[in-house]
């Protein structure tokens, strides 16, 4: 039609944020792997994922519909980036990583996200663009749909469960001292006889026996944390 002039193509971007390729750097040094699962075509899950710092082969929807159960849960521990995917691909993939012993956490923002948040062992809901289905499903809601700051909460919520773990053991070791017999003429643990030599010398050794109890402590109470962590 010589009414219809050519006159160039425009092509749209969306880029990742600026903070996501460090805070997965973060993630990635504290132990937390990463997979991208998404409907965008292979090419610019690749694209995204080379922006980003991930190494990965890319697999499509299609290839994932040739896998076995077996195939797929040995594929899972290599790849990362899975393209065209359908909401089944999402379930078979987050299975495939859970048997395995994996706690996943999947993050999500449509209404075909809803059926993975609710199987996941965290289903992170994007707050601010996300779907009210997303977000019912979800056990989490991430108010401004940043990934960096998933990792800012794994990392205060680490810290606290130190602090907490190293409170309980502190007060275990005071309980044990507080609760030891103490026969004819002996004195209470709390209040050490007094040796000769200087002030800094019994503070010293005050201190020490303070952390002796601290480490006969640690063991029953790493496991007993252990036992009840997810």
Do not use: W
Request: net charge positive; glycine share 10%.
């Amino acid at each position: 039609n010589n009414a219809v002039r050519f006159v160039g193509l425009v092509g749209m971007e969306d880029p990742p944020r600026t903070a996501v390729k460090q805070a997965m750097r973060e993630a990635h040094s504290a132990g937390i792997r990463t997979v991208m699962i998404t409907g965008d075509h292979a090419d610019t899950a690749e694209a995204i994922a080379e922006q980003v710092g991930m190494k990965s082969d890319v697999m499509d929807g299609r290839t994932l519909d040739t896998l076995t159960a077996d195939e797929l849960r040995s594929t899972v521990q290599s790849v990362s980036v899975f393209a065209r995917v359908s909401p089944q691909h999402k379930i078979a993939i987050l299975q495939a990583l859970q048997s395995h012993g994996e706690i996943v956490a999947m993050t999500g923002d449509g209404v075909n996200d809803a059926p993975a948040l609710r199987a996941a062992d965290v289903g992170i809901a994007m707050g601010k663009d996300g779907t009210q289905v997303a977000r019912e499903a979800g056990s989490l809601i991430l108010t401004d749909d940043n990934y960096a700051t998933i990792v800012v909460a794994i990392r205060e919520g680490r810290r606290r469960f130190r602090r907490g773990r190293g409170e309980a053991c502190r007060a275990h070791a005071a309980r044990r001292t507080a609760t030891s017999p103490r026969g004819p003429g002996s004195r209470s643990s709390l209040a050490p006889k007094r040796r000769s030599g200087s002030a800094m010398g019994e503070l010293g050794s005050s201190r020490r026996s303070g952390r002796s109890r601290l480490r006969s402590c640690r063991p029953t109470c790493s496991k007993s944390f252990k036992r009840g962590s997810t």
